[in-house]
């Protein structure tokens, strides 16, 4: 009987959660599973990204942060964007970003600009990526 009790109880919380905040927490659960490693499933990430047209100077770049210069300063000096702003992209939410790019952001940790955790260079149509992510949500 106990199990009935909290079935109920279960089917209320959900016919609660339509009117709002407890929807979106529903959908961040569900997406839940599909999450690599001990990542927090996220409809948002605060990304930074250094756009290069060539790889050997997406190379060259990833090789300064690797050697211990700052993400931002190399973002500023390297990159080929509009985001010259340490290479900034703010807050960016699923599904506004291309493939590869998108699936690089949403499975990196957040880290600092001084000691940042990179993906692997990305490649899309618009060039190389270096990525990093300051946040998520």
């Not at 957040?110 to 998520?136: A, C, F, N, Q, W």
């Amino acid at each position: 009987m106990a199990k009935g009790s909290s079935k109920d109880k279960k089917s209320t919380e959900k016919k609660g959660g339509d009117k709002g905040k407890g929807k979106t927490e529903d959908a961040t659960a569900d997406k839940g599973g599909k999450s690599k490693g001990g990542l927090k499933a996220a409809t948002a990430v605060n990304v930074r990204h250094i756009l290069c047209e060539k790889h050997s100077k997406a190379m060259e770049a990833l090789q300064r942060i690797q050697a211990g210069e700052r993400f931002d300063k190399v973002a500023q000096e390297c990159s080929e964007d509009k985001a010259k702003s340490g290479g900034s992209l703010g807050w960016m939410v699923r599904g506004s970003m291309v493939g590869p790019f998108q699936d690089a952001a949403f499975a990196l940790e957040p880290s600092t600009v001084d000691k940042p955790i990179l993906s692997p260079l990305v490649k899309t149509v618009h060039g190389y990526h270096i990525i990093m992510v300051e946040g998520r949500r």
